[in-house]
């Protein structure tokens, strides 16, 4: 079955919508993902290695207690640039930004005292004292030491600070890709100028302040300048250049796309960044091993193994100082820990990436099970669409977080997950809207049929409306109008129409109270079933009680007929009807062509009821029933009539006139008139001579009960055509009539 196109189009937009969404990558998108990898991490965290030559040379609170409170005079930190310089630190970064001068230096407190500035001691004492910062500055020389500079987007007027190492570009130019900032807040250029090296602090915050990734470099105006981990990885490594490859460089694929930048090689190292030059960093929970607090440097009780050939990053770790990160594994870390743990994480090779490729591969999973699920939902169904829907969770989920354990690729699970959810929601509505809307159909249309308790049944069970054709042991009723040509003389159209309506619409609501179900109106005859397309345990029953309740609605009918002619001044034209049941095996379902078919049976049994329809005229009965009905609905108040040949058939059928309910069938006066009837049959079948059927056709109408005169009357007019010799037989078996129905139905 293929999908409507309003399906479709629905399909269709979901799917083209989550691509566009995430192509777009809206803040709660990237939010999301970036929880998930989060996630990973805290699942999955990286051990922290203390071999690993990174250690942060921590201004923590006790340091600030035994050494003063910060900013300390830069002469410390020149004693602390030594000493880490005499131990063999391979270099010695400095994760703040000296952009004043010291005011702690001796000339700074000469300016700062005022008249007594010009006083000779004064003048004696601090001004042969050395500047702190032209301490510093020597120290700086003295080591391998590495400044940060910080990128602001506002004007500043501080210069840019000098470059260091030199970057060597393969493929197409990274500055259009790089973070961009107007300026800088640098150090004195005192400071600057020894420097070994200058790299950039900044980090781009994320909507949930979480540290995710660190830029590798960053663009001042023109100018490329590395990041203050990389600077001091080149520093330690005495590198005098950055290799950054990007789209179009050879071995990158990029298929004609400028995609910016794919990884970064330091000395040996290669960085891998996704296209704006940034790593994904993976964190290990924050360790002791890796601080050293920076009183015990300056007073010499740290060992040189702990030191020699080490990258050495001082940085502020006390809380005060409010230097404090969030990342993947921590609320609140020390900034100086953020580039700490990306020097590790380069060192040890234990990188997170996102491929150029990982786009378009989530990209094409989402369109590949997207149309997958949603073709299944529409011709399978909701279960079955559910199924492929978490096994295509489970399988992305499992995938990304194989991705992350084996291989430390970044694969989102959430967006693809949500898409397909998504479309899985949206598909299973609008097929259950359809589904109702049709159910409602389904309804409407069945209500013209059916009753409505058996409508809402099979709306609630589908099931059982098995269409195609199947056999059923059903009951079939028959209604006719009697002399409907005569009562139709004189009415025009549309006057005939509203008289047959107003006719059948009370006979087919008595027809559907009985849980019958309605085949067709024929002119002036309707035709209805029992025991499809619901089971209906009693349907001969049912049957033969709505046949019953069709009468008393005529009689009702009738009397206000007869009211309204008198009332202006027409002769009254009372309507009858014949009803004939039958019982049997037949075949229900839709029948027709390819084209045009109706719910209908067709079976003996239908043409055989159709025939005992027809014979209530001649025995002057409304209702007559086949014997399998008078079987089955065994307890209504049935006299047998006859035994005659219908149409169509080799054996004879015995019928029998409906009169009343179980109420009647157990009153002392049908009794009676039940076995004085059954010694009339027996009379009629044992061939008894005239005078004696004639004298129980008498005793039968001395003692009838309402609606069998006529009958008995029927009996005395074909005794009188037997000859006066013959003995009486049953009249119909003897003239082998054949049952013709009036209307031809």
């Known amino acids: 079955m293929r999908p409507g196109p309003v399906y479709l189009l629905i399909v269709a937009v979901v799917l083209l919508g989550a691509v566009a969404v995430r192509i777009a990558d809206p803040l709660p998108v990237a939010r999301m993902r970036g929880v998930v990898f989060d996630t990973y991490q805290r699942l999955s965290p990286k051990s922290y290695d203390p071999a690993t030559p990174v250690r942060i040379i921590a201004i923590d609170d006790e340091s600030l207690a035994r050494i003063g409170q910060w900013p300390w005079p830069r002469d410390i930190l020149a004693d602390l640039a030594d000493r880490l310089t005499e131990k063999g630190a391979a270099a010695v970064g400095f994760d703040m930004v000296f952009s004043e001068p010291d005011r702690l230096s001796p000339q700074r407190i000469i300016e700062r005292l005022g008249p007594m ?3 000779p001691l004064v003048q004696g004492i601090l001004g042969r004292l050395p500047s702190n910062d032209g301490r510093f500055a020597r120290a700086i020389a003295g080591a391998s030491a590495v400044l940060a500079f910080v990128g602001v987007p506002f004007e500043t007027g501080i210069s840019a600070p000098p470059e260091r190492g030199s970057f060597v570009l393969a493929g197409e130019d990274p500055a259009p890709f790089v973070p961009v900032y107007d300026a800088v807040i640098s150090n004195l250029p005192l400071l600057n100028d020894p420097a070994a090296g200058i790299g950039s602090v900044n980090w781009l915050p994320e909507a949930d302040q979480v540290v995710r990734r660190l830029p590798m470099l960053v663009r001042i105006g023109d100018t490329l300048y590395p990041s203050f981990a990389a600077e001091a990885l080149r520093v330690a490594f005495q590198a005098p250049s950055y290799v950054v490859k990007s789209s ?20 040996s190292r290669i960085v891998p960044t996704d296209q704006n030059g940034q790593m994904w960093l993976r964190f290990s929970p924050d360790d002791r091993r890796r601080y050293i607090p920076a009183w015990k440097v300056l007073r010499g009780e740290v060992a040189e193994e702990e030191i020699a050939g080490r990258i050495m990053l001082v940085g502020a770790t006390a809380a005060g100082l409010l230097d404090l990160r969030a990342t993947a594994l921590d609320r609140a870390v020390p900034g100086v820990m953020i580039h700490a743990a990306a020097i590790e994480q380069i060192l040890e090779g ?19 099970f997207g149309g997958l699920l949603g073709a299944l939902v529409y011709r399978s169904g909701a279960a079955a669409g559910a199924a492929l829907g978490a096994l295509s969770l489970i399988g992305v989920g499992a995938t990304s977080w194989l991705a992350f354990s084996r291989l430390g690729w970044l694969v989102d699970p959430v967006y693809p997950s949500l898409s397909i959810t998504l479309l899985y929601i949206a598909g299973t509505v609008y097929l259950y809207l359809r589904t109702e809307n049709e159910r409602r159909r389904v309804r409407s249309a069945f209500s013209h049929y059916m009753a409505p308790a058996m409508v809402e049944e099979l709306a609630r069970r589908p099931d059982k409306l098995r269409l195609g054709g199947e056999n059923r042991h059903m009951t079939l009723l028959f209604a006719d109008v009697r002399g409907f040509t ?11 129409t509203r008289f047959v309506n107003r006719l059948f619409s ?13 085949d067709k109106y024929m002119g002036d005859a309707v035709m209805a079933f029992w025991n499809a397309p619901l089971d209906d345990p009693a349907h001969a029953r049912n049957a033969c009680r709505a046949a019953l309740a069709m009468l008393k609605a005529l009689e009702r009918l009738n009397r206000e007929w007869v009211a309204e002619a008198l009332a202006a001044g027409r002769p009254p034209k009372p309507v009858s009807i014949g009803v004939g049941l039958n019982t049997g095996e037949c075949c229900v379902g839709n029948l027709g062509s390819d084209q045009r078919f109706d719910y209908s049976v ?6 055989a009821a159709s025939r005992i329809e027809g014979l209530t005229k001649g025995y002057r009965v409304p209702i007559i029933v086949g014997e399998a009905t008078a079987k089955e609905a065994d307890g209504l108040a049935f006299l047998e009539l006859d035994r005659v040949n219908l149409r169509g058939k080799t054996e004879r059928t015995r019928i029998f006139a409906l009169l009343g309910d179980e109420r009647l069938a157990a009153s002392a006066a049908f009794a009676r008139q039940r076995a004085r009837h059954a010694e009339l049959i027996d009379a009629l079948a044992g061939k008894a001579p005239a005078a004696t059927v004639r004298a129980r056709i008498e005793a039968c109408l001395a003692t009838a009960v309402p609606g069998t005169r006529d009958l008995y009357e029927v009996f005395l007019e074909r005794l009188h055509e037997l000859e006066p010799d013959r003995p009486a037989g049953t009249p119909a078996a003897d003239r082998d009539r054949q049952s013709e129905p009036e209307s031809g139905t």
């Open 117 to 119: 500035a010009d006083d």
């Open 248 to 267: 179009g460089a050879s071995g990158i694929w990029s298929f004609g796309q400028s995609t910016g930048i794919v990884e970064i090689r330091i000395a």
């Open 350 to 368: 234990t990188h997170l990436r996102r491929p150029d490729f990982i786009l378009g591969a989530e990209l094409f999973y989402l369109l590949v």
């Open 486 to 496: 005569t009562l139709s003389e004189g009415l025009d159209a549309q006057s005939l």
């Open 506 to 518: 009370p006979l087919s609501n008595e027809i559907l109270a009985n849980r019958g179900t309605i």
């Open 602 to 607: 067709i079976g003996d049994i239908v043409n």
